[in-house]
């Protein structure tokens, strides 16, 4: 009997250890039948890490400026290592170049912009989602081709238009222009999230009596605040830091924006370039604790919202 259960035991235990390397060697179905090697993801990581460098770098260099004395700048350069830090650079930077003048204009356009740009872009993304009519494709083509218009070709055009309406040198003219540009990606963005709102929902809402208006506001929207949110702030960056049409369209240095305004640091003959690189810190530190608050929903949102055709 003891020499039985030892010729069992020893059977359960090489029918164990060929299980195990079967299961080793069987190939993982989540890597689509091959099996994993772990030098694939340790190449991803370090392709993960240089880019991180690459992006990094710019990023380094600049605060490291901003926080050397100018002489240190000038006798070592931006990218030594620092002999000595102060932050007396953005108090001077803010002083020299007015930048709260240009903090609230910047400031004004964005609260105006957005909010509008959102619900325009959605009042016309709900009816191309969920409505059927012929030229339904052909609007969708057009707002494609929007996505390819560059800025550049436009900006004479605009420049006349402001003259013509004695808009030129205000702040308001920004308003249209960038609004025109943002319109096709708000569109498609709110066009995907209003595809994942379900039909149900708004039948049963059109069998209560409710109006289209009334779904849009009622039904639609509350669903897809994800969308609005990633939206809001990809849209609010990139308002906040437009600087070609801006520089075009506004002649008068009070209505200038923020980006426009740090080119006040930047003096004719010579520039301090430890001034203009806190100015460039102060400009950009709203929109990354913008970013920052608001990461989580951005990254739902674009999920949510993304473009389907």
Known sequence: MTQQAAV??????VETSSASAATRDRPDQRSGGRPRRWYLSSAGCAMVLI?????MVPLIVLI??????????????????????TLSNFPAAWTTGDLGKYYVNSALI???????????????????????????KFVLV??????????????????????????DGSIWVLILPYLAFGMPFEILVMRGAFMNVPRELIEAA???GARERRIWARVC??????????LAILDGVATWNEFVIALTLLNSQSNDTLPIGILNLQGQFSTNFAQLTAGVIICVIPMVVLFFLARRYLTKGVAAGAVKM
């Open 142 to 167: 057009l707002l494609l081709i929007g996505l390819g218009v560059p800025q550049v070709i436009t900006l004479y055009p605009l420049l006349q238009i402001s003259r013509f309406t004695h808009l």
């Open 64 to 85: 490291l400026t901003a926080l050397q004395p100018e002489n240190n700048i000038i006798s070592n350069g931006p990218a030594a290592v620092p002999t000595s830090l």
């Open 8 to 13: 069992l035991t020893g059977t359960a235990s």
């Open 221 to 230: 929207m509350p669903l897809v605040l994800p969308a609005i949110a990633s």
């Open 51 to 55: 880019g991180c460098l690459v992006f």
């Open 110 to 136: 964005l609260l105006v912009k957005v909010p509008v740009g959102i619900i325009v872009a959605s009042l016309a993304a709900y009816p191309l989602t969920k409505f059927r009519f012929r030229a339904r």
């Open 206 to 208: 059109r069998v209560d």
